[in-house]
């Protein structure tokens, strides 16, 4: 049989107690804000944030640019469908006139003619 560890939790609770005394160790060793490792660490973030917005605002142009190119589509699509309405109804308009002419002209001719001979 195994021998019973009684020291296994004071070896954990030592480990633990030298983990958190490292972590503030190295948290008090933390370097100045002039230090130049801190300066080159802020201005490649600064970098990246400016590189990110550069690239967010430029897809921004592009939807944009891309919206307003549907939209100049979309009226120039309406502009011939109402083009090619006006154009249907100026055909069915003059359809209507030149049939209504065609019918009075056989109107006049089917009833004018008997009248014409009765007048003689």
């Known amino acids: 049989m195994s021998q019973f560890k009684a020291n296994q939790l004071v070896d954990r609770l030592e480990a633990a107690a030298k983990a958190r005394q490292a972590t503030v160790a190295r948290l008090r060793v933390r370097p100045a804000a002039g230090d130049p490792a801190v300066l ?3 201005s ?4 990246i944030i400016q590189a990110r917005e550069v690239r967010t605002n430029e897809r921004k142009l592009a939807r944009l640019a891309t919206e307003a190119q549907r939209e100049a ?12 309405a006006a154009r249907q ?15 009075k002209a056989a109107w006049d001719a089917r009833f004018a ?5 009765v007048r003689r």
């Open 40 to 42: 080159a660490r802020q």
């Open 44 to 47: 490649a973030r600064r970098a």
């Open 73 to 84: 589509e979309a009226l120039a699509a309406r502009e011939r469908e109402a083009a090619e």
């Open 89 to 103: 109804d100026a055909e069915k308009l003059e359809r209507q006139v030149a049939l209504a002419a065609e019918q």
């Open 113 to 117: 003619a008997p009248k014409a001979r």
